[in-house]
């Protein structure tokens, strides 16, 4: 599967972006998916899945309750919902698939990665 982030920009503290995964090749419903993020000098962290299913979404503490994930199996693509978002939440923005059923939250558990989107958050 190929996968196709896309979304990000510049937006100001307390805003929204949306952020898109499109994948080809295979249905993304056959993948748990997620997102990831890697700011300056840190290491690729995990922020929100979505199962095979779509019933059950995952996030990341940091994130929880201001983003939301959501998938629509028919587009074959993902999407990431970021409301009130925080200069901390700046890093580039990576969607990735892990061909196990079980939903894993360790960059190197995922099977499939898209090219990163940068999100930039200014105060």
């Known amino acids: 599967v190929q996968l196709q982030a896309s979304g990000g920009g510049l937006v100001q503290a307390g805003g929204s972006l949306r952020l898109s995964c499109a994948a080809s090749g295979r249905a993304s419903s056959s993948y748990v998916m997620g997102w990831f993020r890697q700011a300056p000098g840190k290491e690729r962290e995990f922020v929100a899945a979505?199962?095979?299913?779509?019933?059950?979404?995952y996030y990341a503490d940091s994130v929880k309750g201001r983003f939301t994930i959501s998938g629509d199996n028919a587009r074959n693509t993902v999407y990431l919902q970021m409301n009130s978002l925080k200069p901390e939440d700046t890093a580039v923005y990576y969607c990735?698939?892990?061909?196990?059923?079980?939903?894993?939250?360790?960059?190197?558990?995922?099977?499939?990665w898209g090219k990163g989107t940068q999100v930039t958050v200014s105060s």
């Open positions: 990735a698939a892990d061909s196990h059923s079980r939903v894993s939250y360790y960059p190197y558990d995922m099977d499939y």
């Open positions: 979505i199962s095979r299913s779509g019933g059950s979404t």
